[in-house]
């Protein structure tokens, strides 16, 4: 399989370059060349299967031959070894649960993913993959925890100072063994000049190996596939026939242009449903069909504070302009105040606790059956645990935040973070002893 870029369909690599890349050289994105369509025999009996099972025909369909099938096996156990359920919650209504990962969070699915296909094509080299990446806290985390004890590979992370919470730095600091984090005297903007700085550098970029684990990589997007069948497969065993409304909590988009190459592979699919908060170009574009990046707005469900969002380029190449969108998507966005009524809402009907990203997914589902009046199941999708955002719940909503082992078992680990001054001589320093 052969990957293009976004801005230039002459513009090709194999996935091995690709992964390693994150970016082609013209500034596009990279997509698939062709999505294989999955047999309809495999698609209709997907109730039989087992996660790991799905992932592995879904991932050996987008690769072909990249990995050998035995290898690509042992990965895919390795990456997606906790579950996904979908949460019944409500008539014809499901909450997919996405967050049962090391840091609790879906990013947990493109992380182990990325991290352990890199391994599998370092393996014939000698010199180690050097990551590097500047965190205001969450990317980090799910960074940290996705490559943590993954061979070849050292992970340097730069947070700033005094401005994670302690969870995150937590997170970031006790881990160890392949993983290091600098705590920097300056703030996040500062940690990413750094950044910026050490891939510009021409002493460091021939001692080093160096890369980003970017969010945009192919290989993030592939397992966050998976699930979307996995859903299916749930509803089959539920004995749904009639195809389900996905609603995706969407920033960058990445999940929801991950569904979209689900449905183009196979998947029954009613309608997705855009579903972001008030940083809402991509629900405008739908309905206007322009569209505008705009300086970033903060709010509840902070993982979403996109103004540009990365993946809106791979949206259009697999769904065409606004009008061929249409036909598939909805969009939709909800303010803090409509956030906050959702998660109280839920509470006190079911007992639920829905982190703030989730709420905004289960308001684009409500709102989307409203208009449409549809009677096809409902799935939104949940991308983050409840315990993350304690300060959003009142204080009757508190005990119902069960907290998971992945939590309980930081208490008590040792800090291991560098301090360092925001001086990209510093910087340089640590990275070249290595
Ligand atoms: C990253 C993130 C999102 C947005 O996902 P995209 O793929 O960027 O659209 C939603 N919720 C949470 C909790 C996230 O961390």
């Not at 945009?216 to 397992?223: E, G, K, Q, S, V």
């Not at 997705?272 to 991509?282: G, K, L, Q, R």
Request: proline share 7%; with cysteine.
């Amino acid at each position: 399989m052969q990957y293009y870029s976004t801005k230039d369909k002459h513009t090709k690599a194999d996935f091995p370059q690709a992964v390693f890349q994150s970016l082609p050289p013209d500034n596009g994105l990279y997509m698939p060349e062709k999505l294989p369509r999955l047999e309809e025999a495999f698609i209709k009996k997907l109730g039989g299967f087992s996660f790991p099972e799905i992932a592995f025909r879904v991932a050996s369909a987008l690769l072909e031959e990249a990995i050998s099938a035995s290898r690509l096996r042992e990965i895919i156990d390795e990456a997606v070894n906790f579950p996904a359920p979908a949460v019944p919650l409500g008539k014809d209504t499901y909450v997919l649960e996405l967050f049962h990962g090391p840091s609790l969070a879906f990013k947990d699915f493109g992380a182990r993913f990325m991290s352990r296909v890199m391994a599998y094509f370092l393996e014939q080299q000698t010199r180690p993959l050097d990551i590097l990446v500047a965190t205001s806290g969450d990317t980090g985390g799910a960074v940290a925890l996705g490559f943590y004890d993954v061979p070849h590979i050292r992970v340097t992370i730069l947070y700033p100072s005094g401005k994670v919470s302690p969870v995150q730095e937590q997170q970031l600091t006790t881990l160890g063994k392949n993983i290091r984090a600098l705590e920097v005297k300056g703030s996040f903007d500062d940690c990413q000049r750094l950044v910026k700085q050490a891939f510009l550098d021409p002493e460091l970029s021939k001692t080093l190996q160096l890369s980003s684990a970017n969010s945009i990589n192919i290989a993030r997007l592939i397992p966050q596939t998976f699930y979307y069948f996995h859903a299916w497969a749930q509803l089959q065993q539920a004995g749904h026939t009639a195809p389900p409304v996905f609603s995706v909590p969407s920033g960058n988009f990445g999940n929801l242009t991950a569904g979209v190459m689900a449905w183009k592979m196979g998947l029954p699919v009613a309608r997705f449903v855009a579903s972001t908060n008030v940083n809402d170009e991509v629900p405008v574009y739908l309905r206007t069909g322009v569209f505008e990046p705009r300086p970033s707005l903060h709010t509840l469900s902070n993982a979403m504070d996109v103004g540009n969002p990365s993946n809106f380029a791979r949206l259009l190449e697999l769904l065409g302009g606004a009008e061929d969108m249409g036909g598939l998507l909805s969009g939709y966005s909800f303010t803090d105040e409509a956030t906050r009524e959702a998660i109280r809402s839920v509470f006190t009907q079911h007992g639920y606790v829905m982190c703030p990203h989730t709420a905004v997914a289960y308001l684009g589902l409500q709102e989307f059956r409203r208009e449409s009046g549809t009677g096809n199941p409902g799935v939104f999708l949940s991308t983050a645990h409840p315990c993350k955002f304690p300060d959003v719940y009142e204080t009757d909503m508190q005990p119902a935040i069960v907290l998971p082992e992945q939590l309980a078992s930081l208490n008590g680990k040792q800090k291991q973070a560098v301090v360092m001054e925001n001086d990209f001589s510093q910087l340089k320093e640590i990275l070249l002893r290595g």
